[in-house]
Structure formats: C-alpha cells, structure tokens
C-alpha cells in the first residue's frame, strides 16, 4: 500500500446528511440527561452544587454539538438545500449554551461557597463573589 494514499473516503455532499442526524441525537441524549439531572432531590447547598454542576456539564455538550453542526453548516455542506442562515442560528446556539454553562457553573460554585458557610450573595450565580455588591436585582 502507498502511504501517501488515504485509504479513508471524506464524507461527500451527497453523503454528508449523517452530520445533523449525529447532532440530532447528541443533542437528544442531552436533553434526557438534562431532564434526569433536573429532577435530582435538591435539600442542601451540596445538592445545589451537584446538580448545577451537572447541568453546566450538559450545556457545555450542547455547546459542542451545536458547533458540529456549525462546522458542517460552514465548511461541509454547499449544497443548495441548507440556506446559511441556518449556521447563524446555530452559532447562536452555541452561544445561548456557553453561557448557560458559564451560568450553571458560577452558580454551583456560590452553592459550594455556601455550603462551606463562606459569603455568598443571595442571588446565587451573580458572579459578585458575594461580596454583596451585584447590580443583579433580587
């Protein structure tokens, strides 16, 4: 075999509709993760934290399934079938689920700085580092 040849064959146009369905179900799993982890039993701050965490887990995969997709949208799929205004809503997706992760992870920390009794603001995600000075409205 000639090692300059690549003996794998690049998804073509014509074949590169795996992509969404791929997305499709990577998102799919992570809405039911999303729907288990939701409804997690929350009595303390720790149980706060686990399940904040996990959802900040699950949108930072949303995220990354989203940028698949863009990837496709953008450099793949030329064909005149998927207007490229659908990768602007994507890219918007993406987006929304980064700083969904951003929120969920900012607000499992103040629960984890809660359950340590350290100060914490009472608008739990702020990002003030409960310093009490947030402009967020309670």
């Known amino acids: 075999m000639n090692p300059e040849q690549n003996t794998t064959t690049a998804p073509t146009q ?3 509709g795996w992509v969404p369905v791929l997305v499709q179900a990577g998102l799919r799993r992570c809405n039911e ?4 982890a939701s409804a997690m039993p929350v009595i303390s701050a720790g149980d706060w934290a686990a399940r904040s965490e996990k959802l900040a887990a699950i949108a930072g995969r949303e995220a990354r399934w989203w940028s698949v997709l863009a990837t496709w949208t953008y450099r793949t799929n030329r064909s005149p079938g998927v207007p490229l205004v659908f990768g602007r809503a994507v890219l918007m997706a993406i987006e929304d689920r980064e700083q969904r992760a951003r929120l969920l992870a900012q607000m499992a920390s103040d629960w984890r700085r809660r359950e340590a009794g350290q100060p914490v603001c009472d608008v739990i995600g702020c990002g003030c580092g409960g310093a009490g000075e947030c402009e967020v409205a309670a």
Not at 33 to 36: A, D, E, F, P, S
């Open 14 to 16: 014509t074949s590169a």
């Open 33 to 36: 993760q999303r729907v288990l």
